[in-house]
């Protein structure tokens, strides 16, 4: 399976039973698939979303919203939880505003589920871990 990495962009090629071993980045030496969120940049954004074999879920967040900082801990145990089956990545809108307008971001923190670079799911609105989790599961393999 093929695994972008969020630091350098490098494309890892990754055994699908080895996803939840801590795999590290073949350039850079930094992990691919850690159990926590990763954070995506304008320069990572796209590299990650259109070629990652796992699904992306991309929490679409900011600094001076409460709600987004309230479910904070929330998707981290959701990331933990999800670990294997999806990339759990955020997005800071504030510093990243083209991309949150190019994605046509209304209110946040919105949820954003891409596969092979093409978004099949989208919720607006804090939630707790294992909604996250029912949520997502039906999209992920
Ligand atoms: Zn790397």
Redesign the pocket.
Same mark, same amino acid.
């Given at each position: 399976m093929e695994i972008v +990495?969020v630091? @350098? *962009?490098?494309i890892?090629r990754v055994p699908a039973g080895r996803l939840q071993d801590g795999p590290v +980045?073949?350039? @850079? *030496?930094?992990p691919?698939l850690p159990a926590e969120p990763v954070v995506l940049t304008a320069d990572s954004f796209d590299a990650v979303i259109a070629r990652n074999g796992l699904p992306v879920l991309v929490d679409f967040w900011a600094p001076w919203c409460g709600p987004c900082r309230s479910m904070a801990p929330m998707y981290a145990e959701a990331a933990r939880l999800l670990h294997g089956r999806a990339l759990l990545a955020k997005l800071d809108t504030e510093a990243q505003p083209a991309i949150a307008a190019r994605s046509g971001i209304r209110s946040i923190p919105t949820l954003a589920l891409f596969k092979a670079g093409h978004e099949v799911a989208r919720e607006a609105g804090a939630r707790p871990a294992q909604d996250i989790v029912r949520w997502a599961s039906p999209f992920l393999g």
């Open positions: +990495c630091h @350098c *962009k490098s890892n +980045c073949g350039a @850079c *030496k930094q691919i």
